[in-house]
């Protein structure tokens, strides 16, 4: 009955928008908005599973973590991330449940809290790069490392920020769970903030570890366990660019992956922002996958079934 199966990425702005006072009411208004879209391929027939960003929900657990470090027990970031997950999760399945319920269409909504295969010996578990958490002076976050074990770099000629690894995500562990779901028509929230990174130990354990993985480069990883056929990453943007923000920018329709490769090269896609994408966009197409399409949320039924905006990468 399905058109097709698609992995859709939501960027942070879906639910924290920098502009606005970040209230857990505001969260939820905003996650209603950012899903008129996803509503609408659901009405199509699309089978979903739905990721999602946590930037800020994850910083703000992290501060909770850190006023009440003399109270209760420590968390430690993957239980940071697990919380984001799950509260998160809630908020989008809630919004899409009442959403479709309200039109009338009959679809199951589920979240689940995904951990994601990472390697134990990543060259970012050495050298971390990820700015996680709150701002401090020099010399508080030159204490806080020496204290806690943190690594502290400048961010951005700012102040100081905690850093931890962001290592490569190799493998969905609940992949079947979330394919089975996706397969029987069940909207399935999963691997939210990129997932709980954790790496195999020699007994063939689990074990988590403190890092966080880039959310749309954990989406492909996802896309190809559950053989998705489409991976839509919705952003700010409504199309990919080159020379972005000068008078030199070119929007771009489509592109290949030996041109994402090129341009990427070229420095055209930051790593801060655009750069996972394009990465996530190569990695998921190399792997098998068919299309991914880039754009804006309020574009994304436009880009998907309208071929009316956002930039589409293929293959070749």
């Known amino acids: ?24 009411a505001r969260q939820f208004a905003n996650t209603r908005e950012s899903l008129n879209g996803i509503v609408l391929l659901i009405r199509d027939g699309y089978n979903l599973a739905i990721t ?8 703000n657990a992290i501060l909770r973590v850190e006023l009440a470090r003399d109270k209760v027990p420590v968390l430690p970031l993957g239980i940071c991330v697990a919380d984001t997950e799950g509260s998160m999760g809630y908020m989008i399945e809630q919004s899409l449940q009442n959403r479709l319920k309200k039109d009338k269409i009959n679809r199951d909504v589920a979240t689940i809290v995904t951990q994601v295969v990472v390697d134990k010996d990543d060259p970012s578990i050495k050298e971390p790069t990820k700015f996680i958490g709150q701002f401090y002076p020099r010399k508080e976050a030159k204490k806080l490392a020496k204290d806690r074990g943190w690594v502290v770099k400048e961010d951005r000629g700012k102040m100081w920020r905690r850093v931890v690894p962001s290592p490569k ?7 079947q769970t979330i394919k089975s779901l996706v397969e029987n028509g069940v909207i399935v929230i999963a691997a939210g903030g990129g997932g709980i990174p954790v790496y195999v130990m020699d007994d063939g354990d689990l074990e988590g570890v403190d890092a966080v993985i880039d959310k749309d480069r954990a989406s492909a990883i996802l896309a190809r366990d559950i053989g998705a056929e489409l991976l839509l990453i919705l952003t700010e943007v409504e199309k990919v660019a080159l020379n972005y923000g000068t008078l030199l920018q070119v929007n771009l329709d489509n592109l290949t992956v030996d041109q994402a490769k090129k341009y990427q090269k070229e420095n055209q896609f930051p790593p801060g922002s655009m750069g996972p994408k394009i990465e996530a966009a190569i990695s998921f197409l190399e792997s098998g996958g068919k299309e991914v399409i880039i754009t804006s949320i ?13 930039t589409r990468i293929v293959l070749k």
């Not at 999602?52 to 910083?59: A, D, M, S």
């Not at 995500?169 to 992949?175: D, F, H, Q, R, S």
Request: proline content about 6%.
């Open 169 to 175: 995500p190799l493998e969905i562990v609940e992949k």
């Open 298 to 310: 309020p574009k994304a039924y436009e880009a998907v079934e309208k071929r009316t905006a956002g």
């Open 52 to 59: 999602h960003g946590n930037g800020p929900q994850v910083g």
């Open 1 to 24: 009955m399905s058109k097709k199966t698609a992995v859709v990425a939501l960027g942070g702005n879906a639910i924290t928008k920098k502009e606005e006072e970040d209230t857990v």
